[in-house]
Each structure stands twice: as C-alpha cells, then as structure tokens.
C-alpha cells in the first residue's frame, strides 16, 4: 500500500515561512492534496493538485510536488494559521484508494 | 452555498450496527462522487469508502471492507454509510466529503460529522 510520512510537528515564528513535506515513493508523479483542519473543525481543502489554491484561500498558501517529496509552503504565518495539515493523494493503482498522510501539527511560536 | 450535514452518530454496543446519513445541498449531488473518512480521537484522518456518482463503482479501506457498505439515494440528495459488526476501533468522528471533478480526487467541502462511539 501506498504511504505517505509527514513530520509530526513544525514550528515557526510569526511573519516566517513554514514548509511541511509529505514524503512518498515518486510521489512527484501523483496529484497532492492539502487539508487544513482547526480543533473541533472539519477539514478544508487549502491546496489542490499540487499547487493550485480553491477560492478563498490565501495566496500565502501555496504547494509544490517533485521526486519523492511534496511541499506545503505558508508564507507571512499568522497565529490564525496554526493548525493540523494532511497532504492526501488518490492512488488509483491500488486498492488503497485514497490515502492520507499522518498530519503536521503547526505551531505558530 | 454547498453544504453536507451528516447525521446517525451515536453510542453503539460492540457488534452493533450504525446507519449514517449525510444530507447535501446547494450543488447537483448526481453529478459528484462521495466519500467517507473517519478521525479516531486524537488520531489522524482516514478514508473509509467512496462512491461514484451513479453507484456504478464503489471502494472500500480495507479496515472496513466486508463490514462497511456506502450508498447513496440522488433523489434524495443523500449519502449513507450502514455500518455493522462495529468494533471498539470503529469510534471515531464521521465526515461526508464531496469529490472534486471526475478524476482529480480531492475532497471539497466537508461537513461538520458525526460522531461514533463503540463501546460497552
């Protein structure tokens, strides 16, 4: 089955730049997906496709996908960014037909 | 505005059975496959079963499989997850997701879910 690792938790300080990675066999071949989800909330979808953005989401969020490695990026944090992150793709090759990462715990210091 | 409200959580013995449904609105639910995922307490997402728009194709986590059974009713505008033989590991909250486009495999919106507790 398909396994996508994700760090349990990043750090940063407000105005700087976070990056959490979603680490998967060639998963540069894949379409990425990113959740955001808030305690008690339900997720939201932050980016698509890799790195395209649904309507509403700020443009300090933003994706990348390459090689083994994806990427998601959140410029200029805010304290409103602080939350858990699961990147997720569709693996269609297997039974395993949806697969999510573990989650990222960001905390904004 | 679109919207899913799922509905059918509960308190469930061990063994028990659990029919969720989840309402949609504000789009045209025969046009988009739906999904089913799960969050155990303190634990990370997981998906749990999908369903394409006419019913025609239908996966399942292998943690549910042969347990779990999707279904949906687009007259109705619903999506439902009848779930028996309910295992201690079954507790989690419940979302309905709606897919993105044919193909894409991305999930947008969610609705607020619902919780299952399995427990004697």
């Known amino acids: 089955s398909y396994v996508l690792t994700q760090p349990p938790s990043v750090s940063v300080a407000p105005g700087q730049t976070a990056r959490i990675t979603c680490g998967g066999n060639?998963?540069?071949?894949?379409?990425v997906h990113w959740y955001q989800q808030k305690p008690g909330q339900a997720p939201v979808l932050v980016v698509y496709?890799?790195?395209d953005r649904p309507s509403g989401i700020p443009e300090r969020f933003s994706g990348s996908n390459s090689g083994n490695t994806a990427t998601l990026t959140i410029s200029r944090v805010e304290a409103g960014d602080e939350a858990d992150y699961y990147c997720?793709?569709?693996?269609?090759?297997?039974?395993?037909?949806?697969?999510f990462g573990g989650g990222t715990k960001l905390t904004v210091l | 505005e679109v919207q899913l409200v799922e509905s059918g959580g509960g308190l469930v013995k061990p063994g028990g059975s659990l029919r969720l449904s989840c309402a949609a609105s504000?789009?045209?639910?025969?046009?988009?496959?739906m999904n089913w995922v799960r969050q155990a307490p303190g634990k990370g997402l997981e998906w749990v079963s999908s369903?394409?728009?006419?019913?025609?194709?239908?996966y399942y986590a292998d943690s549910v499989k042969g347990r779990f059974t999707i279904s949906r009713d687009n007259a109705k505008n619903s999506l439902y997850l009848q779930m028996n033989s309910l295992r201690a590991e079954d507790t989690a909250v419940y979302y309905c997701a709606r897919d993105g486009p044919p193909g894409t495999g991305w999930f947008d919106p969610w609705g607020q879910g619902t919780l299952v507790t399995v427990s004697s």
């Open positions: 496709d890799d790195s």
């Open positions: 369903i394409s728009s006419s019913s025609s194709y239908i």
């Open positions: 997720q793709v569709w693996d269609s090759s297997s039974d395993h037909y949806v697969v």
């Open positions: 504000g789009f045209t639910f025969s046009s988009y496959s």
């Open positions: 060639n998963i540069g071949s894949k379409s």
